[in-house]
């Protein structure tokens, strides 16, 4: 099965403790993905973190890849365009 990562969207932040941009985007054509992250990393770079519910006892997350496979495929479409955007200067 092929994987497809499509309509990504970008809305780029006032940078915040590394956050600079929130991203959603279509997942095979599927399902909606929403609320995804974009933080620079330390060292340079990007990474993605995906929403969370907090509860008294600790973070659940709502949603994220399992397979390093499509997170890697998923962060590199969604920072490909984060930094697509970034360059026209929008």
């Known amino acids: 099965m092929a994987h497809m990562?499509?309509?990504i969207?970008?809305?780029p932040v006032?940078?915040?403790?590394?956050?600079v941009a929130?991203?959603?985007?279509?997942?095979?054509n599927?399902?909606?993905v929403?609320?995804?992250?974009?933080?620079t990393r330390p060292g340079g770079g990007f990474?993605?973190?995906?929403?969370?519910?907090?509860?008294?006892?600790a973070s659940i997350p709502l949603f994220h890849p399992i397979s390093k496979e499509i997170a890697a495929m998923i962060e590199n479409a969604?920072?490909?365009?984060?930094?697509?955007?970034?360059?026209?200067?929008?």
Do not use: H
């Open 14 to 19: 006032k940078p915040q403790d590394g956050l």
């Open 30 to 32: 599927a399902f909606y």
């Open 47 to 57: 990474r993605l973190t995906y929403p969370t519910r907090k509860s008294a006892a």
């Open 9 to 11: 969207q970008i809305v």
């Open 22 to 28: 929130f991203a959603s985007f279509v997942y095979n």
């Open 34 to 39: 929403a609320s995804v992250g974009i933080y």
């Open 5 to 7: 990562i499509t309509n």
């Open 78 to 90: 969604v920072i490909s365009k984060y930094e697509t955007i970034m360059a026209d200067g929008r």
